[in-house]
């Protein structure tokens, strides 16, 4: 097995060596901390979204899909990677965390590419149509309903198109079979799901707190 534990320092080294200083998400992160408190821990990692900004960039991408919005974050590092005619459909409930992901896509200068909606988020992909291409899609919310996100998202996921799942690995006790909470159920059966998925390529990342990059066939 060849996989190299993460102490404190070593990550502290990782961050510093690759591009993931960036003043407004800085700012956006110390944000979501003061005024969010113990739920900011639902934001991604500084090099989880260098990660998928580069991600987009070459993949390119130019229609991008994210479940799971909080205060925007992710969104910046998405819509950063799109070219300037793309197009990012951000799906929330949140009125009060959205709020201030809106000031934060302005300040970073993409707010023009993303169309913000605070609705069940199975419920707007399901109203997309048919044919709506998606090329991107980052799918980071309710745990219980991965799977039919999956399902919404793979079907107007263009050849070659991009699904990305936060939360795999769930603080390690995704593989702690004692652990039955729904959550932990559910993304273990959206992983075996996507295991055993023949219309897909898959691979798992220990990358934060394990993604899942889904590639359609």
């Known amino acids: 097995m060849k996989h190299t534990a993460i102490n404190d320092g070593l990550y502290e080294y ?3 060596h690759g591009h993931n200083a960036d003043p407004v998400l800085e700012e956006l ?9 113990d739920w900011s ?23 991008a899909v994210e479940v799971g ?16 005619d793309g197009t990012l459909l951000c799906c929330d409930v949140s009125d009060e965390w959205t709020s201030i992901a809106r000031d934060y896509f302005a300040k970073a200068g993409v707010a023009s590419k993303i169309r ?16 709506y291409p998606i090329d991107f899609a980052f799918i980071d919310a309710d745990k219980v309903s991965y799977e039919s996100y999956y399902e919404e998202i793979l079907k107007r996921l263009s050849p070659n198109g991009l699904i990305v799942f ?7 006790s995704i593989a702690d079979t004692s652990n039955q909470s729904p959550d932990t159920v559910a993304l273990r059966r959206l992983n ?21 990059l889904v590639r359609k066939k």
């Open 14 to 16: 990782l961050l510093a």
């Open 29 to 37: 992160a110390r944000v979501t901390r003061e005024r969010i408190g």
């Open 166 to 172: 936060d939360n795999v690995l769930w603080g390690g």
């Open 41 to 63: 821990i639902m934001q991604i990692a500084p090099e989880q979204g260098t990660f998928m900004e580069i991600l987009v960039r070459i993949s390119g991408a130019r229609t």
């Open 69 to 84: 919005t909080f205060t925007g974050y992710s969104s910046i590092c998405i819509a950063r990677g799109l070219p300037d």
């Open 192 to 212: 075996d799901h996507i295991a055993a998925d023949r219309r897909v390529q898959a691979v798992m990342l220990s990358i934060s707190d394990g993604l899942t």
């Open 116 to 131: 913000l909606e605070i609705a069940p988020a199975l419920g707007t992909l399901q109203a997309l149509p048919a044919d």
